[in-house]
């Protein structure tokens, strides 16, 4: 099983990325990701004109995570002015990013009625001219992460990977979708086969991976050099670290206790508190709790637990309600009364 790729002529990085998911891979987010293994973690995505402005948030969104040299820190960016993304690229590198990541993939409206991520493709000339500049002035490796296509009668991935090719990437990631579909219907991984068959540089398959297997599934579909897990990795950050150990050692990590999983909420939880303050990150951990907790299997429906916990705003009661919360599964589970 491949385990690393190489990017240019730096050096091996894991082949396993946690997807940049704007409003979860958050530096809290990532932190917690990175106790499990090496995977690559790439921040949620940067808009490059809030970035030039030094905008507080936007700042906060891309602060690096890890000292590890050997763990490259990924920044994405968000754009489609060249200037302004070559800009913000020079801030993210003084910032620490070894790599730089060019989001030509989002489908939000409000993202491609600016005519930035998956609006970059219909735009493949504007899309060659931002990273022939990037590759010329940055001297990070330069990423595109893009779909299949804007909708079903224009895929043009293949052509556009290969133009951007030329153009100097070192790598590209897609989601094997179109614009058109969001999250609907499944990710085309024959498609991604198609892609593999074309291109040089390193290809990261990425939608609907939510298990070593799939993971395993994916690489043998797609022949792909790595993959990239978004949405599994809600409420289950160690997954990412998961399969990636398993690429390395073809060992299957145990599953985590609950009273691991118990940590790593509150763990969780403390550092959303210490980085965005009470108030705001009391209200960021609920969507993050709601994910534990229904990634969890619980005996007891979580339902009840979730809408009282989303009326809560003192951590002390937060912390306490979590743990009698899975105390009192652990203890159905082990037949205690
Ligand atoms: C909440 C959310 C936020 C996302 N934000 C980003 C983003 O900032 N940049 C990006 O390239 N893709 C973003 N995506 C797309 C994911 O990176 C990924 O491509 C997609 O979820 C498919 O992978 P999956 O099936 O493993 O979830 C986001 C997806 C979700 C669900």
């Not at 500049?133 to 043009?156: A, E, F, Q, Y």
């Not at 614009?179 to 892609?195: L, M, S």
């Not at 160690?238 to 509150?266: C, H, M, R």
């Not at 009326?311 to 009698?324: A, D, F, G």
Request: aromatic share 8%; with cysteine.
């Amino acid at each position: 099983m491949k385990t690393s790729i190489k990017l240019g002529s730096s050096k091996n990085i894991s082949n396993v990325f946690l997807a940049p998911m704007s409003g979860v891979t958050d530096y809290p987010f990532r932190v917690i990701a990175s106790k499990f293994g090496n995977p690559n973690l790439i921040c949620e995505m940067i808009a490059s004109k809030e970035l030039i402005k030094q905008d507080k948030s936007t700042i906060l969104r891309a602060k690096k995570h890890t000292n590890n040299k050997d763990i490259p820190f990924i920044i994405q960016l968000l754009g489609r002015d060249p200037n302004e993304i070559l800009e913000a690229a020079k801030i993210s590198v003084d910032n620490g990013a070894d790599i730089i990541d060019i989001n030509m993939g989002c489908p939000a409206k409000k993202v491609t009625s600016g005519a930035a991520g998956a609006s970059l493709m219909r735009e493949p000339g504007l899309a060659v001219e931002i990273i022939e500049l990037l590759v010329k002035k940055i001297n990070v490796p330069i990423t595109v992460k893009m779909r299949l296509g804007w909708d079903k009668n224009n895929i043009n991935v293949i052509q556009l990977a290969k133009e951007l090719e030329s153009s100097g990437i070192s790598m590209l990631t897609v989601h094997g979708r179109t614009r058109d579909q969001f999250y609907n219907g499944n990710a085309d991984w024959n498609y991604i086969a198609k892609i593999k068959d074309s291109l040089n540089v390193p290809l990261i398959a990425n939608g609907d991976i939510t298990s070593i297997d799939k993971a395993i599934e994916c690489l043998s579909i797609t022949k792909a050099d790595g993959i990239m897990i978004g949405r599994a990795a809600l409420g289950l950050p160690w997954l990412p670290g998961q399969v990636q150990s398993y690429f390395d050692t073809n060992i299957e990590a145990s599953y985590l206790s609950l009273n691991s999983i118990y940590k790593v909420i509150i763990d969780h939880y403390e550092m959303l508190l210490s980085y965005y303050g009470n108030e705001r990150g009391n209200k960021i951990s609920r969507k993050h709790i709601s994910w534990y907790m229904s990634k969890l299997n619980t005996i007891h429906d979580p339902k009840e637990f979730i809408s009282e916990l989303f009326k809560q705003t003192n951590p002390v009661k937060v912390r306490s309600m979590i743990k009698s919360y899975l105390t009192y599964n652990k203890r159905i589970a082990l037949n205690e009364s």
